[in-house]
Structure formats: structure tokens, C-alpha cells
């Protein structure tokens, strides 16, 4: 009798279970976009374009890349504005109608140019940190190189040749400030594979970072289709290592981009299927949204190429669990 009675509940039980992987495995991925730095941003790669076309959560402004070793901070936003002079104040308005749709603004810090920034103290990350908040993240309506705006976080792109200095400090300092700030990592693919070259593996392992997007470009980890065995290795390593964090692949928008390794489109869904064996795949990082449209305006592809992915992105991984 009492088996009989449970008939009619297990069917129901499995279809639960089976309703509940479901839920956690249909989800649509992410994609968040590098805009700025020294190279000029093309008309159609405007930030409050970029952030119209409801393709990215996430937008990092690069880079504040001039500071430490007794330097003061300096932007670098690119060529479509002068920050020395002023020039990039009226970004706040781009960045007020980004964050209306949504999107969490970003000031990426650090940079290509390894000889342009460092942390030589301590003291000097509590510094920048004091900096950073007061001009970019407070909300005290200081008139910074962005104007008043009052960004949501902080992205870490760190060149693959610096040192531990003291980012550790520098994340610790600003989550202080204020706990509800995103942060965000940006190293080379490579680098779990040895933790001592990690510039960002001591930051990282305080536990403050809320996502990491790895750079899958101009490293031996990038995916090839006919070879991605030491993708494979570096996406389980990153996103095993790091499992409390979202995790992106940092993936080039434009095969012309120093002739770095790009993911055509029809390779994408090879590299996804490997990222979304892991429950803490989010999505992808573009770099950057110039080339993204500069890879259009060129003739490589009738659209930008976040447009020609972000239906790949945006499917569903349903049976990732399975």
C-alpha cells in the first residue's frame, strides 16, 4: 500500500529535479565591452551607441593608466576626447543614459604599457584607492575627467608582465569604501597555469572580485577548433579555481587587432560549449567596441561583430548539465 501511494508522487518529484536543472542551466549568457583607450573611437562606437544596442551588461571605460612609483593618476580614454584637458567631462551624460538602460559602468585601471603604472607601497594603494572612489565612484559630484558620475565599479586589466605589487591592498581599500562596488579582473589565459606569474592571483584570492574575464587572445590558450586542448586546460582552471566569481572568456572583436588569435563566429559555439560545462560561466568580454565596429566598417562582416555573436551568446545552454 505503501508503494502504490508514492506512485503518483514520484512522477511529479522527477519532473521538480529535472525542472530545476533546467532552470539552472537555461539561462542566457553575457556580454560586457572594453570602450576607449588610445585609439580613436570610431562615430559608431560612441559610448551611449555602444550601450544603445542592448547587447552588453557590463562597459569598461579604459584606463586610468598613468600612476604609482609617486605618480598622480591620468587617464586615458581614447582620441574621441581629451582628458587633460577636460575634454572627456561630457562622457557623463553617455555614462547617466548607460546606466539608465542598465548596463554597470566600469573604470578599467592598468593597461597595456606595464612601465605606465605600478603600486610600490602600500601606501600608495590606499592612495589610488582614496582617489578612484572620490573621483569616480562617491557620488559627491567632484568634476573628475568623466564630469560627476558615480560609476559602478572597478575593472583590473593588469599587462601579464607586472608584478603582485599591491592590487590585494588597492581591492581591499576600495571594497572599505564602499561594499556594494562591483570589481572585476582582467589577466592573460595563461596564467593559472603558474600561480607565481600571476600578477592578480593575491587580489584575486581575497575573495572581493565579483567577475573574472581572462584574456583568450595572443596566448597559447586561446581556442583553436583544431587543437583546444590548452583551452580546455584554462577554462577549467579559471573557472575551478576562481568558482565563486562569474567567469567570461576576454575574447578580440576584430581579426586585424595585432594579428592576435580571433574566434570567428562559426567557431564560437565550440569554445561556448567548453565554457558552459562550468556553473559559473557568465558570458564573454569584448576587446574592444572600436574594433567591434571597425571590423564592420573594414568589410569583414555585414554587421559589427558583437551584433553577428550575440545571438550565439544569447542561446540558450539548456542541456550544458546533462
Not at 29 to 45: E, K, R, S, V
Not at 66 to 77: E, H, L, Q, W
Not at 127 to 144: P, T
Not at 213 to 241: L, M
Given at each position: 500500500?505503501?508503494?502504490?501511494?508514492?506512485?503518483?508522487?514520484?512522477?511529479?518529484?522527477?519532473?521538480?529535479?529535472?525542472?530545476?536543472?533546467?532552470?539552472?542551466?537555461?539561462?542566457?549568457?553575457?556580454?560586457?565591452?572594453?570602450?576607449?583607450?588610445?585609439?580613436?573611437?570610431?562615430?559608431?562606437?560612441?559610448?551611449?551607441?555602444?550601450?544603445?544596442?542592448?547587447?552588453?551588461?557590463?562597459?569598461?571605460?579604459?584606463?586610468?593608466?598613468?600612476?604609482?612609483?609617486?605618480?598622480?593618476?591620468?587617464?586615458?580614454?581614447?582620441?574621441?576626447?581629451?582628458?587633460?584637458?577636460?575634454?572627456?567631462?561630457?562622457?557623463?551624460?553617455?555614462?547617466?543614459?548607460?546606466?539608465?538602460?542598465?548596463?554597470?559602468?566600469?573604470?578599467?585601471?592598468?593597461?597595456?604599457?606595464?612601465?605606465?603604472?605600478?603600486?610600490?607601497?602600500?601606501?600608495?594603494?590606499?592612495?589610488?584607492?582614496?582617489?578612484?572612489?572620490?573621483?569616480?565612484?562617491?557620488?559627491?559630484?567632484?568634476?573628475?575627467?568623466?564630469?560627476?558620475?558615480?560609476?559602478?565599479?572597478?575593472?583590473?586589466?593588469?599587462?601579464?608582465?607586472?608584478?603582485?605589487?599591491?592590487?590585494?591592498?588597492?581591492?581591499?581599500?576600495?571594497?572599505?569604501?564602499?561594499?556594494?562596488?562591483?570589481?572585476?579582473?582582467?589577466?592573460?589565459?595563461?596564467?593559472?597555469?603558474?600561480?607565481?606569474?600571476?600578477?592578480?592571483?593575491?587580489?584575486?584570492?581575497?575573495?572581493?572580485?565579483?567577475?573574472?574575464?581572462?584574456?583568450?587572445?595572443?596566448?597559447?590558450?586561446?581556442?583553436?577548433?583544431?587543437?583546444?586542448?590548452?583551452?580546455?586546460?584554462?577554462?577549467?582552471?579559471?573557472?575551478?579555481?576562481?568558482?565563486?566569481?562569474?567567469?567570461?572568456?576576454?575574447?578580440?572583436?576584430?581579426?586585424?587587432?595585432?594579428?592576435?588569435?580571433?574566434?570567428?563566429?562559426?567557431?564560437?559555439?565550440?569554445?561556448?560549449?567548453?565554457?558552459?560545462?562550468?556553473?559559473?560561466?557568465?558570458?564573454v568580454m569584448l576587446w574592444n567596441r572600436h574594433w567591434d565596429v571597425k571590423f564592420f566598417e573594414d568589410g569583414n562582416g555585414r554587421a559589427p561583430y558583437s551584433d553577428l555573436i550575440y545571438p550565439i551568446i544569447k542561446a540558450s545552454s539548456t542541456f550544458a548539465a546533462f
Open positions: 500500500m505503501a508503494s502504490s501511494s508514492l506512485r503518483p508522487i514520484l512522477p511529479l518529484v522527477l519532473v521538480l529535479c529535472m525542472a530545476t536543472v533546467f532552470a539552472i542551466r537555461a539561462h542566457s549568457d553575457q556580454m560586457a565591452m572594453y570602450w576607449g583607450w588610445h585609439i580613436n573611437n570610431l562615430a559608431g562606437a560612441a559610448l551611449k551607441a555602444t550601450c544603445e544596442t542592448n547587447h552588453f551588461t557590463h562597459v569598461s571605460i579604459a584606463f586610468l593608466s598613468n600612476f604609482g612609483n609617486g605618480r598622480p593618476p591620468r587617464p586615458d580614454f581614447g582620441t574621441s576626447c581629451d582628458a587633460e584637458s577636460g575634454g572627456c567631462r561630457s562622457l557623463a551624460e553617455d555614462i547617466a543614459a548607460c546606466q539608465r538602460l542598465g548596463v554597470k559602468m566600469l573604470l578599467s585601471i592598468g593597461g597595456f604599457d606595464v612601465n605606465n603604472y605600478t603600486l610600490v607601497s602600500a601606501e600608495e594603494a590606499h592612495r589610488l584607492a582614496a582617489h578612484i572612489y572620490d573621483v569616480y565612484l562617491s557620488g559627491y559630484g567632484i568634476d573628475g575627467p568623466l564630469g560627476k558620475v558615480k560609476l559602478d565599479g572597478i575593472d583590473f586589466y593588469v599587462n601579464d608582465a607586472s608584478t603582485y605589487d599591491y592590487w590585494d591592498v588597492l581591492a581591499q581599500d576600495l571594497k572599505q569604501l564602499d561594499g556594494g562596488m562591483i570589481l572585476t579582473a582582467s589577466q592573460g589565459c595563461n596564467h593559472t597555469a603558474g600561480k607565481a606569474d600571476m600578477p592578480l592571483y593575491r587580489a584575486l584570492k581575497t575573495g572581493l572580485f565579483n567577475k573574472v574575464w581572462p584574456r583568450y587572445h595572443g596566448h597559447p590558450c586561446t581556442y583553436q577548433p583544431w587543437d583546444s586542448a590548452a583551452f580546455a586546460v584554462s577554462v577549467q582552471n579559471w573557472a575551478t579555481e576562481f568558482s565563486e566569481m562569474d567567469f567570461y572568456l576576454g575574447l578580440i572583436a576584430n581579426p586585424s587587432y595585432f594579428e592576435e588569435r580571433w574566434i570567428h563566429p562559426n567557431e564560437l559555439l565550440g569554445a561556448l560549449a567548453e565554457a558552459r560545462q562550468y556553473r559559473n560561466y557568465k558570458g
